[in-house]
């Protein structure tokens, strides 16, 4: 499928356009403090819109919608505990991330634990954020396919190309202000699409009640069920989405780097608390736009049999909304997608350079340090498109799945250094590995649902590596001795 020549032209400018402001923030970048934290200069609600941008990509734009088109409103109970994880953030992990000049989320882990750890730490983020970037780009590149008509490969090679080019130029202060520019532009086109829809579907609002009751649940918000194999009900999203929201939010370096661009601590609570509303008004929109897609694909079939349903929104921006308005509801799609891709690729060349040392020979010219820095960053960028290029499942719940495997490990450690005062490296690495065991095993051998992932994860991690450090209280001898 082709857009009008009219839309592809938007699309291609705004491009560019974005490109073109990213290398504009190059100016005034003297050392890695600009690089990865732009300076600390950016104001907490532009901090706050970065973070809702970052958590939202094109993965959640399009797999939102698709659940709703397949499924119901549930999946909005997730929503709620991501509130409730952001408080818990606040109050248990943020305060230690500004005790010190910290650059990455992990330097905390080696203030407690040792550099080991840190650079566990560090690994299990580069892996984990490496693969679920590459479902993202999965998406972005299906966008790019069904619009213009290309394969998967080209449209990948094309999207993170211009996002490498200003990610490499532009550094931090980049991505969070491109990110604000898609925030303000797609959360806009995503009320005017729910508007539109509504005034295609014959009968309005009434129509959508009528059908949706004749579905049986579509409109269905909650479901207090306490199967664990029901990924969305009213305890795994309360629970779950807490959990995952600390591992995501508390511990992941993407979001961790944007908290620590902030001014102080206190801009960096407030950006946060306030993108969990955010984030509850925009995820309740899209799912809205989902059920309004199914009730107009009553009407108008959108999906050809066997094609995806991730594809239904793209598919019906570029057939049914008017030349020009479609070509800039796509492009703010795209933009957001960029900067989501710039912010993993920033955030995973921090973590490598400055996580391990000895990659960067502990260098201390900051002019060597920040060239050092941008080529990481194009080595990761290759690696995207890499993982860009595998087919993956239904895409906004294989990237929840991927990100939880190993979260609650990461999330058990950082709670296991803070909540524990007798805990120690060795057993905190014991209690790390058993964690990722046993939630590999019920991901492999049971049928409980990913929103659960998270919190087994860390409580086994937490468990387990208390009562190690207890066994084998060396490892906090040993860094008693090296202090």
Known sequence: MRIHPLDLAIVVAYLLGVTGLGIYFRRGQSDV???FLGGRSAPWWAISFSIVATETSTLTIIGTPAIAYGGNLTFLQLVFGYLIGRILIVLLLLPGYFRGEFFTAYALIEKRFG???RALAASTFLVTRAIAEGVRVAAIALVVSVVLGTSIRLAVFLVIAL?????????????IWTDVAQF???????????????????????????????????LQLLDFSWSLATKYTFWSGLIGGAFLTMASHGTDQTIVQ???????????????????????????????????LFVFSQHAPLLSAGQRADAILPTFLAREMPTGLAG?????????????????????AASTVLDFSQLSGHQTDPGKFLKLSRRITLVWGAVLIGFGLVTWGPLLETGLTVASLPFGSLL?????????????????????????????????????????????GSAVTFLVGGLMSRIFPIGKLTQERSA
């Open 328 to 348: 800039i509801l796509l492009a703010s799609i795209l933009a957001v997608a960029m900067s989501n891709a710039s912010g993993s690729l920033n955030s995973l």
């Open 163 to 175: 996002t490498i080019v200003y990610t490499f130029e532009g550094g931090m202060k980049a991505v």
């Open 115 to 117: 550099p080991r750890m």
């Open 258 to 292: 944007r908290l620590l661009a902030a001014k102080n601590e206190r801009d960096s609570r407030t950006a946060l608390i306030a993108s969990g509303f955010i984030v509850l008004f925009q995820f309740a929109l899209f799912l809205l736009v989902g059920v309004l």
């Open 184 to 218: 303000l532009l797609y959360l806009a086109g995503s009320a005017i699409t729910f508007l539109f829809l509504l005034h295609k579907i014959p009968g309005g609002w009434h129509e959508v009640t009528q059908v949706a009751a004749a579905s049986g649940n579509k």
């Open 33 to 35: 403090r600009d690089y």
């Open 412 to 456: 058990g450690l950082f709670l296991l250094g803070t909540l524990d005062k007798k805990a120690t490296a060795a057993g905190a690495a014991i209690g790390m590995f058993a964690g990722l065991a046993v939630i590999l095993s019920i991901w492999q051998f049971t049928a409980v649902a990913f929103t659960w992932y998270v919190l087994i």
